[in-house]
């Protein structure tokens, strides 16, 4: 990809956790910046939780697999 393709990538993302942080800020009532980056923090945190248990259960999975891929060419090979 090429950088210009990232940076669009990177400018949707902001976008979007933007949108999802200003909802509760609004709501919230609230106009400090400490109330905003708040409740970007809880929103990044609660993205990077399902992220690193997913990327663990991945790498578990991955594991496995090659471990039963090298068990088998072990066998097969005299």
């Known amino acids: 990809m090429k950088k210009l393709d990232w940076l669009i990538g990177l400018v949707f993302i902001a976008v979007g956790l933007h949108c999802l942080v200003i909802s509760p ?3 919230a009532g609230t106009t400090s910046p400490h ?3 708040v409740h970007l923090l809880y929103l990044c945190i609660w993205i ?3 992220v690193c248990l997913g990327s663990i259960v991945y790498g578990v999975i991955r594991l ?3 471990n039963r891929k090298e ?3 072990k066998k097969g090979a005299p």
């Open 25 to 27: 800020f609004i709501v």
């Open 35 to 37: 109330a905003y980056l």
């Open 71 to 73: 068990k088998a060419s």
């Open 48 to 50: 990077l939780v399902p």
């Open 64 to 66: 496995k697999i090659n």
